[in-house]
């Protein structure tokens, strides 16, 4: 600043060289507002400016400290005109070996007739689409950054309020006053104090970015100017510990206003209020019709400011500790309409709610919680009744993808599901981990487990597992290979090649049935020794091996895997217990294609 005073110290001098004395009076105004600037005596120089200038350039006692910034040229100073009328004058200087030129802008006081500053403006070259700004207006735009952390820095609510633009303000204004304390002391404990402050401002119109770097992080304010006064639109912390970063202000407080309302209407049951701050399926299937008072939340104090967010990309986390579990608010921030205003507020859902067992480890989804018994009921009351449309439409994608789906012309009552047996699951426990829930029950004389999985915010039945000892205990698992079976059996049964050949291998195939126009008769009948009793199931990667019946009457099929799903290689055909009682059915049938051959013609089916 010294540089500046000496700078303008020598205007007078100048002016009476090279105008004569005939411009004195604007030269004695000028030296005594330097000689006031060089000895920093900010009450001198409000009495030497206008109000306008006062307003915009020294409405702050620390406003000299903030004018060091702005790296006004220095040099000798010489008067190259000035022109005006007895009202306002404009004087226009070169200062230093490079000539820069600087406009002071004086206007008269009509009451006293003294001269005042007015503004200051320094002539510069800008790049395309940028303003030379006056000394008021980069000031005035200064200043207000001082002015948006001091009232966060204090965490004074109205004067958070009042420097925020009115969206921001609006998201401010709504929080719990803890939760909003909190959120000051995040974003003003990475700045440095005000004395050291040295923000780096870019603007252009009525926008602008202040970046102000501090100890632990650099604090960045989006700055709009409205009503001819500049205020924060948002603020964000780029802090240089991991975890401390501050994205947005706008979204940390939409996050946190719509989880305190989730969680109030939900310990009242206000579901009006939950249909609006919960994603549509997340309402519609988890909380519209069920008894939210069957799975409570724990008394959290939210409104206290007791809680942590993390924020990953469009979505975020609140957390909560509580004494022996942790509660998980997940939330997903919506877009924004393409007719909504710029400055239209981040929207922010609850996606679900999770609650942690900080010494089980369990995950207890909200979702689950509230609708996975529900979900295990219509899913075994549909497989009791057979009833496949209700079956698949309860089951997820992996399930019916690897059994509903692959049914063709079976039914549910051509597939081994005996030990379902017709009764009311009775719950004995339920175990929740994350996305996947298991209900054990009894159901029957066999104890089952209900696999339910989420998928796509539903939770659907994945599988079902029972007590085995020969076979896998995933009934998904089991059915996966005896429905290529049962296939392949009713493809006999109907006497149909086309239906054989599409559960069967492709070496089946192009050995046997693409030329066996029909299927022959066989001693040993393949549909009697298929409809045997399920005895065993042995799964290696990329085949299976099922045993069927026993050594009287039965059969055993080899599959393989193709095009990820089980296809039928081989059946051994089983009448019984001599080995003249037993027949591999591919080289039977590739025998009759050999005879086929040999005579021209093929036998027909009786």
């Known amino acids: 600043m010294k540089r500046i005073a000496s700078s303008l110290m020598l205007f007078g001098w100048w002016i009476c060289c090279g105008l004569g004395c005939a411009h004195m009076v604007e030269t004695e105004t000028v030296t005594a507002f330097a000689e006031s600037l060089r000895k920093s005596d900010i009450e001198k120089l409000r009495e030497q400016s206008s109000p306008t200038f006062n307003s915009n350039v020294l409405r702050r006692d620390d406003a000299i400290e903030a004018m060091k910034q702005l790296n006004l040229p220095t040099g000798e100073m010489k008067v190259v005109e000035v022109k005006g009328d007895d009202n306002a004058k404009e004087v226009e200087v070169e200062i230093g070996e490079r000539k820069s030129k600087m406009l002071f802008k004086l206007v008269r006081n009509p009451d006293t007739k003294q001269w005042l500053v007015d503004d200051i403006q320094v002539k510069r070259k800008m790049k395309g689409g940028r303003v030379n700004q006056t000394l008021a207006e980069q000031m005035d735009l200064?200043?207000?950054?001082?002015?948006?952390?001091?009232?966060?820095?204090?965490?004074?609510?109205?004067?958070?309020?009042?420097?925020?633009?009115?969206?921001?303000?609006?998201?401010?204004?709504?929080?719990?006053?803890?939760c909003l304390t909190k959120l000051a002391k995040r974003v003003a404990g990475t700045s440095s104090g005000r004395k050291d402050l040295r923000p780096v401002i870019e603007g252009h119109g009525d926008d602008a970015i202040a970046r102000v770097p501090g100890a632990q992080g650099d604090l960045y304010i989006t700055m709009r100017k409205v009503d001819d006064r500049w205020k924060a639109h948002d603020l964000h912390v780029q802090s240089r510990r991991d975890g401390d970063h501050v994205p947005s202000v706008r979204k940390l407080a939409a996050i946190t206003l719509t989880s305190v309302k989730f969680y109030e209407a939900y310990s009242s049951q206000d579901r009006e209020t939950l249909s609006k701050v919960c994603i549509a399926p997340f309402f519609d299937r988890a909380l519209k019709a069920a008894d939210l008072s069957s799975a409570p939340l724990p008394e959290l104090r939210l409104r206290e400011g007791d809680y942590e967010i993390r924020m990953q990309?469009?979505?975020?986390?609140?957390?909560?500790?509580?004494?022996?579990?942790?509660?998980?608010?997940?939330?997903v921030e919506q877009p924004l309409d393409e007719l909504a205003d710029k400055g239209a507020l981040p929207v922010y859902l609850v996606e679900d709610v999770s609650i942690f067992g900080l010494d089980k480890g369990e995950e207890r989804r909200l979702s689950a919680m509230l609708t996975s018994h529900a979900v295990m009921h219509v899913f075994s009351e549909a497989l009791i009744a057979r009833d496949l449309k209700t079956v698949q439409f309860s089951s997820t994608q992996?399930?019916?993808?690897r059994v509903w789906q692959r049914l063709g012309a079976?039914?549910?009552?051509?597939?081994?599901?005996?030990?379902?047996?017709?009764?009311?699951?009775?719950v004995l426990h339920t175990s929740y981990k994350g996305p996947i829930t298991e209900i054990t029950v009894n159901q029957g004389r066999t104890p089952l487990t209900y696999v339910l999985r989420e998928q796509n915010g539903n939770l659907l039945v994945d599988?079902?597992?029972?007590?085995?000892?020969n076979r896998p205990e995933s009934l998904k698992a089991t059915l996966e290979v005896m429905v290529p079976i049962r296939n392949f059996t009713l493809g006999f049964h109907v006497r149909k090649t086309k239906q054989v050949m599409e559960v069967a291998?492709?070496?089946?195939?192009?050995?046997?049935?693409?030329?066996?126009?029909?299927?022959?008769?066989?001693?040993?009948?393949?549909?009697?020794?298929?409809?045997?009793?399920?005895t065993k199931i042995i799964l290696h990667p990329e085949r299976a091996i099922v045993t069927l019946g026993d050594d009287n009457r039965g059969a055993k099929v080899f599959l393989v895997v193709e095009q990820e799903r089980y296809v039928v290689d081989d059946v051994v055909l089983?009448?019984?217990?001599?080995?003249?009682?037993?027949?591999?059915?591919k080289q039977v049938l590739r025998a009759q294609v050999m005879a086929n051959s040999s005579v021209g013609s093929a036998p027909a089916v009786p």
């Open 142 to 178: 200064m200043l207000s950054v001082r002015d948006i952390l001091d009232a966060w820095q204090t965490s004074k609510r109205d004067s958070i309020l009042d420097s925020s633009t009115k969206p921001l303000a609006q998201a401010l204004g709504e929080l719990p006053p803890a």
């Open 463 to 469: 599988d079902i597992e029972t007590p085995a000892l």
């Open 313 to 331: 990309a469009t979505r975020a986390l609140v957390l909560v500790k509580h004494p022996e579990e942790m509660i998980q608010f997940g939330l």
């Open 574 to 585: 089983i009448a019984g217990p001599a080995e003249s009682q037993r027949a591999g059915l």
């Open 505 to 534: 291998s492709r070496d089946f195939n192009r050995m046997v049935f693409s030329q066996l126009p029909e299927l022959p008769p066989l001693e040993i009948s393949p549909v009697q020794c298929l409809r045997a009793p399920l």
């Open 410 to 426: 079976l039914t549910l009552a051509d597939l081994p599901l005996e030990q379902i047996e017709p009764e009311v699951p009775q």
């Open 398 to 401: 992996d399930f019916n993808k």
